[in-house]
Structure formats: C-alpha cells, structure tokens
C-alpha cells in the first residue's frame, strides 16, 4: 500500500513541515523538538491551538498569549542565536490558509502533542481547524503523519481511533520515553522523543544514545 511511511528525503535535504501542536500535555517533547528543529535548514508551518498555549503557560510556569510568543520563548530559554528554519505561524481557525490545500506540497504533518480529540477527529474525517485539516489532507495526498499522544491509560475509543488511523497510513508515536540512554533530566527525555520523531522523519538528530549489543560497547 501507498502511504506515508516510506522514506523521506536524504538527511541532508530541507525538510518542509507541518507542525501542529494539539492540546495535550507534555510540552516538553514540542520544546525539545522546536529546539533542534530551528536548527536546521527547512521550512515549518506552524500551527497552535488555544488549549495548547494554555497548557504550556501551565506546564512551563510562563506568560505567553499566542503562538509567536511561545516560539520567542523557546528562542530565549534555549538561547537559540543562529536560526536556520523558516517558521510561518498560520491561524488555528483558518481552514483556507494555503496548507489547507494539497495543492501545495509538503513532506509531512506532526501533531505534538497531539490531544486524544485531535486523533478521534482525524479518524472521522473532520476537519474543524486547520491541524485537523492538514492531517486529512496529509493522508490523503499519502503523505507522512506522525501523531504524538500523550495519554494514560488508554481506553477502547481511544485504541480504535489510533489502530485506525495506522491503518490509514498515519504513524501513531507515543510520548513514552526509554530509558536505556539512562536519562538524568526532563529534557533528556523530551530529547529521546524528539529524537525518534526525526529518525521518522528521515533526519539522524543525534539527541540521544543509540541501543549498543554488549560486543559494540
């Protein structure tokens, strides 16, 4: 079948990517991410919805009102001089922005975190804001899309809207981190999940330890 698992690009291509962050917790592992990701030379569509700048004002103990003063707060924690990815903000409630369309072209969609709402819509096929949209249109133009829930427990709605976005091609990747790279910090284990996003994503972001055999050690 088709899909959006096959390989992306080389690791040395840009990447143009969708990045939605949905309302759950675990702020974390989008920080972590963005921190890596303005590093790298690509193109990324921003999209945040009001819930998600609440929780993290909550989960960072910080004043931010909007998405650009979450980017500007990332950029400023992290000291982040050099930046080398295009961020575009697009509007959470604008359907008709340009990424709404699969006319235009991008290599994946992520939605991190990505609240348990966002993942039963997506299975339904609504698209009631533009990360609900993008995702839609992502598996429809077989395109990568990578969901990141942050749930515990799970339960029978909540497994049957992930088993079947998988089988509609999208990559469900739960914020549950390992700990064999022996983790000393929250941000080791933000990093381990940023991490794994990039290796589906094509990229070798080198933001934890690889798994060694007893021989490779």
């Given at each position: 079948m088709t899909n959006g698992r096959q390989l992306l690009k080389n690791s040395n291509d840009e990447l143009k990517l969708v990045l939605g962050v949905a309302g759950a917790s675990g702020s974390i592992y989008l920080a972590r991410f963005v921190k890596k990701l303005l590093s790298?030379?690509?193109?990324?569509?921003?999209?945040?919805?009001?819930?998600?700048?609440?929780?993290?004002?909550?989960?960072?103990?910080?004043?931010?009102?909007?998405?650009?003063?979450?980017?500007?707060?990332?950029?400023?924690?992290?000291?982040?001089?050099?930046?080398?990815?295009?961020?575009?903000?697009?509007?959470?409630?604008?359907?008709?922005?340009?990424?709404?369309?699969?006319?235009?072209?991008?290599?994946?969609?992520?939605?991190?975190?990505?609240?348990?709402?966002?993942?039963?819509?997506?299975?339904?096929?609504?698209?009631?804001?533009?990360?609900?949209r993008c995702a839609d249109v992502t598996l429809k133009e077989r395109r990568r899309l990578i969901l990141v829930p942050r749930e515990t427990p799970f339960n029978q709605i909540h497994l049957r809207n992930m088993l079947e976005l998988d089988r509609a091609g999208g990559i469900i990747l739960p914020a549950s981190p390992g700990f064999y790279q022996m983790p000393k910090t929250i941000d080791d284990l933000g990093d381990f999940i940023a991490g794994r996003i990039f290796n589906l994503l094509g990229i070798d972001a080198a933001l934890f330890p690889k798994w060694l055999d007893d021989q490779s050690q």
């Amino acid at each position: 079948m088709t899909n959006g698992r096959q390989l992306l690009k080389n690791s040395n291509d840009e990447l143009k990517l969708v990045l939605g962050v949905a309302g759950a917790s675990g702020s974390i592992y989008l920080a972590r991410f963005v921190k890596k990701l303005l590093s790298l030379k690509g193109e990324t569509h921003f999209v945040v919805s009001p819930a998600s700048i609440r929780i993290f004002r909550e989960e960072f103990n910080c004043k931010i009102s909007n998405p650009k003063e979450l980017l500007d707060y990332l950029i400023d924690i992290y000291k982040i001089e050099t930046i080398q990815n295009k961020f575009h903000l697009k509007n959470f409630n604008d359907i008709g922005s340009d990424i709404a369309s699969g006319s235009n072209i991008w290599d994946a969609t992520l939605v991190l975190p990505c609240s348990m709402k966002t993942i039963a819509s997506i299975n339904a096929g609504l698209t009631e804001n533009l990360i609900e949209r993008c995702a839609d249109v992502t598996l429809k133009e077989r395109r990568r899309l990578i969901l990141v829930p942050r749930e515990t427990p799970f339960n029978q709605i909540h497994l049957r809207n992930m088993l079947e976005l998988d089988r509609a091609g999208g990559i469900i990747l739960p914020a549950s981190p390992g700990f064999y790279q022996m983790p000393k910090t929250i941000d080791d284990l933000g990093d381990f999940i940023a991490g794994r996003i990039f290796n589906l994503l094509g990229i070798d972001a080198a933001l934890f330890p690889k798994w060694l055999d007893d021989q490779s050690q």
